[in-house]
């Protein structure tokens, strides 16, 4: 069973900037994409963005846009979710998810790391 973790939260102040990461327990998982959700207090989980693996094209959610990139980690089957210009609605626990076919459901989830970003 292939275990995502994900590492980098923590408080930021509104405008500033964190990076997470996502490493995969297996090397050798054969990755289709992967990706960043996030789920405020009283919210639905939301997707963010993903990266399709073979092609490097990434998609973002429209309130991230510009702002949040997401990239590959190699050595790790992960990614990473730089953002920047955090603001306050950015609020949440971001999950990193991975799924083997592209058109797929997704079939992995980390447990979340809380990003918090203060005004």
């Known amino acids: 069973q292939v275990q995502l973790v994900e590492t980098g939260g923590g408080l930021a102040q509104a405008g500033g900037s964190l990076k997470l990461s996502c490493a995969a327990s297996?090397?050798?998982?054969?990755?289709?994409?992967m990706g960043w959700f996030r789920q405020a207090p009283g919210k639905e989980r939301e997707f963010v963005a993903r990266?399709?693996?073979?092609?490097?094209?990434?998609t973002y959610a429209d309130s991230v846009k510009g702002r949040f990139t997401i990239s590959r980690e190699n050595t790790k089957n992960g990614v990473y979710l730089q953002m920047n210009s955090l603001k306050p609605e950015d609020t949440a626990v971001y999950y990193c998810?991975?799924?083997?076919?592209?058109?797929?459901?997704?079939?992995?989830w980390g447990q979340g790391t809380q990003v918090t970003v203060s005004s």
């Open positions: 990266l399709t693996w073979s092609s490097g094209i990434t």
């Open positions: 998810a991975a799924k083997i076919l592209s058109f797929g459901p997704w079939d992995y």
């Open positions: 297996e090397r050798t998982f054969s990755v289709g994409v």
